[in-house]
T-cell receptor, first 109, second 113 residues
């Protein structure tokens, strides 16, 4: 079956760095997406990886290893506004997104 | 402002009633999607449409129907609501099907009693 695993909750300190891991098993693979979702709001796109390696975009970076079925989202210089859920989603061979349950990130001052 | 509009924002519905959730986008995106989001679970695809006039079933289509008469509108209908359909429903769109960013509406919070 198809499955996405990511931690349920993480806590980090303002100004620090946090890494959110995601492992996936899908029927075929057409890329890995990360979305941010603030409580009570819609998910918004953060990053997309289809090739192995690191993609950097400001304070956020995303990494992919296709051979390991593994990705992570790295958030640097954490700000209070980064408190949100981070959703990992893999695109399968039918170009449908398989979503993880999300990682709730709590930022403490 | 360009984007996706969902209505209503929230609704309490008696079991057995019919309900249509509305979704309109003004970005001229070809593909549209309906998801439900439940606590502890990932977003689950209900139905999708790759272009106007076509629809397809997602992971959890039972009890739901959709139509795509034009590019902008993609309504989701619950023919006879049941309590297990209590959820937050998100509509999304992308320029094309496939490896494209999906843009989400603000969601409809539905409670079926």
């Amino acid at each position: 079956g198809q499955n996405i695993d990511q931690p349920t909750e993480m806590t980090a300190t303002e100004g620090a760095i946090v890494q959110i891991n995601c492992t996936y098993q899908t029927s075929g693979f057409n890329g890995l997406f990360w979305y941010q979702q603030h409580a009570g709001e819609a998910p918004t796109f953060l990053s997309y990886n289809v090739l192995d390696g690191l993609e950097e975009k400001g304070r956020f970076s995303s990494f992919l290893s296709r051979s390991k079925g593994y990705s992570y989202l790295l958030l640097k210089e954490l700000q209070m506004k980064d408190s949100a859920s981070y959703l990992c989603a893999a695109m399968d061979s039918n170009y449908q997104l398989i979503w993880g349950a999300g990682t709730k990130l709590i930022i403490k001052p | 402002i360009a984007g996706i509009t969902q209505a209503p924002t929230s609704q309490i519905l008696a079991a057995g009633r019919r309900m249509t959730l509305r979704c309109t986008q003004d970005m001229r995106h070809n593909a549209m999607y309906w998801y439900r989001q439940d606590l502890g679970l990932g977003l689950r695809l209900i139905h999708y449409s790759n272009t106007a006039g076509t629809t397809g079933k997602g992971e959890v289509p039972d009890g739901y129907s959709v139509s795509r008469a034009n590019t902008d509108d993609f309504p989701l209908t619950l023919a006879s609501a049941v309590p297990s359909q209590t959820s937050v429903y998100f509509c999304a769109s992308s320029p094309q099907e496939g490896m494209d960013i999906q843009y989400f509406g603000a969601g409809t919070r539905l409670s079926v009693l």
